[in-house]
């Protein structure tokens, strides 16, 4: 007990010395503050003024200065009109600067802090024109027709042409398959599971398996059309039977048409056509203008004519495809 009392005696001693150091230190400090304080008021008035108030305050108090220079600080003036938001709305000269010959001013302002002006209605906002779809950069027909990223179907058809005289003939629609203008409201082609149709085309090398595989998959259309058969037009010599078809691209290239008819998923028949691009209204158009009918098709749409009933062309047409690459 006695060694831990001696202990404590000794930590008090050097608590005391210490604080008679930080006591005397403020001291010093106290003493400099207010020579610089009085050294900067000018008039004998504020230094007894400071004298007096110097008097009644700690060292602490004097050294921080923060109190006193409140109590000796002059009353801030009152403020200004300021033009600081005005630049939004006016780019007036600064005066005794050159600027424009035409400008529009503001009124003049009284000598108090101008108030911000008042919001108008909502009334008063025109609204704001629709903004283009997001895929504007794809085009509209994109999704929406039989269309890639690279060429677009235009127009498809299977005729006949039946001669009437030297200069007039009739002619009949068996497949026609025309592209409107689509818009971006239009929806979307409907998605179906190619794996549903791989046993209507051939599955050997370059069928429809390995092109989808092979890719790009977006580039691949389904497309399912009515045949029309019901004609009173009589073939007869000169009737030609033919194919048209119309294309169109950004780019200029050459594109080679291969088209295969299948029965019953097996490749009976190839035709393969070349053609070149021309170029019309800023885009590139590929047209394959009456090509003629191949031997196979001509004499198949006579013997579809000739089935006595309508379900059995239905039921034949229903394993009949066209693969066209």
Not at 167 to 180: A, C, D, M, R
Not at 196 to 225: A, C
Request: with cysteine.
């Amino acid at each position: 007990v006695s060694s831990h009392i001696q202990v404590l005696a000794r930590k008090k001693v050097r608590e005391y010395q210490v604080g008679i150091k930080v006591s005397s230190h403020l001291q010093v400090l106290a003493r400099r503050k207010s020579r610089e304080i009085q050294s900067k008021l000018k008039d004998q008035v504020s230094k007894d003024k400071a004298l007096q108030s110097m008097a009644s305050m700690s060292s602490a108090q004097i050294v921080s200065a923060s109190v006193l220079q409140n109590k000796l600080s002059p009353p801030p003036p009152l403020p200004q009109a300021v033009f600081s938001a005005a630049p939004r709305f006016w780019s007036g000269p600064i005066p005794g600067q050159p600027g424009p010959s035409q400008d529009i001013k503001p009124f003049a302002q009284p000598a108090y802090p101008i108030q911000p002006p008042m919001p108008p209605s909502l009334a008063s906002y025109e609204p704001l024109a629709p903004l283009p779809p997001a895929a504007s950069a794809v085009p509209v027909w994109q999704d929406r027709t039989i269309a890639s990223t690279k060429l677009r179907l235009l127009e498809y058809s299977a005729f006949m042409e039946v001669p009437r005289d030297a200069e007039t003939y009739s002619k009949h629609l068996f497949v026609h398959i025309g592209q409107t203008n689509p818009s971006y409201s239009d929806p979307l082609l409907e998605a179906v599971d190619i794996r549903q149709i791989y046993d209507k085309f051939p599955e050997k090398k370059g069928g429809l398996k390995e092109l989808y595989e092979r890719g790009p998959q977006n580039s691949f259309f389904l497309v399912k059309f009515w045949a029309d058969l019901n004609s009173t037009i009589q073939d007869g010599p000169g009737t030609f039977y033919g194919v048209s078809s119309q294309y169109s691209s950004a780019e200029n290239m050459t594109i080679t048409v291969s088209t295969k008819v299948c029965s019953f998923g097996k490749q009976v028949v190839e035709k393969v056509e070349t053609e070149y691009a021309r170029l019309e209204n800023g885009r590139f158009v590929y047209r394959i203008h009456r090509s003629p009918m191949c031997e196979y098709m001509i004499n198949f749409i006579h013997k579809l004519k000739h089935l006595p009933e309508k379900y059995m062309m239905n039921s034949v047409l229903e394993n009949f495809t066209i693969l066209q690459v």
